[in-house]
């Protein structure tokens, strides 16, 4: 039998009714935009993150230009972010007219590399953007003084640095809500968190036309809300967030136990990871993948061609060989099945998959 990279539906399954539940109380309330659910998911997300507030959004990209234009970033500003991870992180900076700066990645937990980004800061650095890759929180402390962080927090709902949660680290941060993600909606949807109260509401003013009462509009805003179906949803998956991400958690350590470090570089646990991905790293990527699918065994390799030699891109003048990490990475990870109730058969057949077609030895 297949096994698929992830398996959301396993996730929702045993809550089915429930939701078909929730899903029936909104019909017949007829609200659907920004009513009740949507209200009580955000006081219930800043509650569960530690944030001071919590505003729903459209998806993961709306709320990150949304969070960059309410800090007032625009033309002539700089923004330095990583070149390894989704275009989303990227192409809301370009949205803003301002000009990215790609910072190379720490190989160890791909992640940024505050060195390089303390390099890379100028007079005209108005933001960093750090992602939380994988589920792998980054800890902004060592970021430079003085520049406004707001974390992308896309792929990594739950994660903690030390007792603190992603989401509550930084002047504001961002996630999406895309099906895949660990805590994910029916759909797409988004959410910006921040505890500066003045910030908050100018994110909800631009989130509706920039207008509080449909008659008198207070700036060019945006048609971007998270709906009350899916904060239904969300309402729901999030009570079981924790239990989900421990799952995630013994499935990343099964795999080291089954002896996976045996074929390729495994990534080095934290005690906050919440694994959105299992990304290994492997010089013999083209073999595993084809022994993979020879065995109906989903994987994925993420951001082969990194966001700084992206066609769209171009014009931000970065060549091959400008960020040597960051390129290495896109050459040898490789993302693995799992899911909060992966089996550990299907694991086992996932490592000695890789294993048969491996030229590497154990030491």
Same mark, same amino acid.
């Given at each position: ?26 019909? /017949?309330?007829?609200?659907? *935009? ?21 505003? $729903?959004?459209?998806? $993961? ?7 960059? %234009?309410?800090? $007032?970033?625009?033309?002539? %500003? ?30 160890? @937990?791909?992640?940024? #590399? ?20 994988? $589920?792998?929180?980054? /800890? ?30 930084? +002047?504001?941060? @961002?996630?999406?809500?895309?099906? @895949? ?20 509401? !100018?994110? !909800?003013?631009? =989130?509706?036309?920039?207008?509080? /009462? ?21 309402? *729901?998956?999030?009570?079981?967030? #924790? ?9 990343? +350590? ?26 290994? =790293?492997?010089?013999?990527?083209? !073999? ?16 082969? @061609? ?24 896109? =050459? ?5 099945? *799992? ?23 154990? +030491?």
């Amino acid at each position: 039998m297949a096994i698929p990279l992830t398996d959301v539906r396993a996730q929702y399954a045993p809550l089915l009714d429930e939701l078909k539940d929730r899903i029936a109380e909104v019909l /017949d309330s007829g609200r659907f *935009i920004l009513g009740p659910e949507v209200k009580a998911f955000e006081e219930e997300a800043a509650r569960f993150l530690g944030a001071g507030d919590a505003v $729903g959004v459209a998806n $993961g990209t709306d709320a990150l230009v949304i969070v960059l %234009d309410a800090l $007032g970033v625009g033309p002539g %500003d700089e923004v330095i972010c990583p070149s390894f991870t989704f275009y989303a992180t990227a192409e809301s900076i370009a949205r803003r007219g301002a000009t990215t700066v790609f910072a190379d990645i720490d190989p160890a @937990t791909l992640n940024l #590399d505050p060195a390089d980004v303390a390099a890379k800061v100028t007079e005209r650095t108005k933001a960093i953007l750090p992602v939380h890759l994988f $589920g792998r929180p980054f /800890d902004p402390t060592p970021l430079p003084d003085g520049v406004t962080i707001v974390e992308d927090a896309a792929q990594a709902f739950g994660a903690k640095v030390g007792d603190r949660r992603v989401g509550s680290l930084a +002047a504001a941060a @961002t996630f999406s809500f895309y099906p @895949t993600k660990n805590l994910f909606g029916l759909g797409d949807g988004g959410l910006v968190t921040t505890a500066e109260p003045e910030l908050a509401d !100018r994110i !909800r003013l631009l =989130r509706f036309h920039g207008s509080r /009462d449909k008659q008198t509009f207070d700036a060019v805003g945006y048609n971007s809300r998270l709906d009350e179906l899916q904060a239904a949803a969300l309402r *729901i998956f999030l009570r079981h967030l #924790d239990e989900w991400n421990d799952g995630r958690r013994a499935a990343a +350590a099964r795999y080291a136990e089954l002896g996976l470090g045996e074929v390729c570089e495994l990534p080095v646990d934290e005690p906050g990871h919440v694994y959105h991905m299992y990304v290994v =790293r492997t010089a013999e990527r083209e !073999r595993l993948t084809a022994a993979l699918d020879q065995a109906g065994i989903g994987w994925a390799a993420y951001y082969t @061609t990194p966001l700084h030699l992206q066609p769209a891109l171009a014009d931000l003048g970065y060549a091959q060989g400008s960020l040597p990490e960051t390129e290495r990475a896109a =050459r040898e990870t490789l993302a693995l099945p *799992i899911w909060p109730a992966i089996s550990r058969e299907q694991q086992e057949r996932v490592v000695e998959c890789l294993r048969a077609a491996s030229t590497v030895k154990a +030491a």
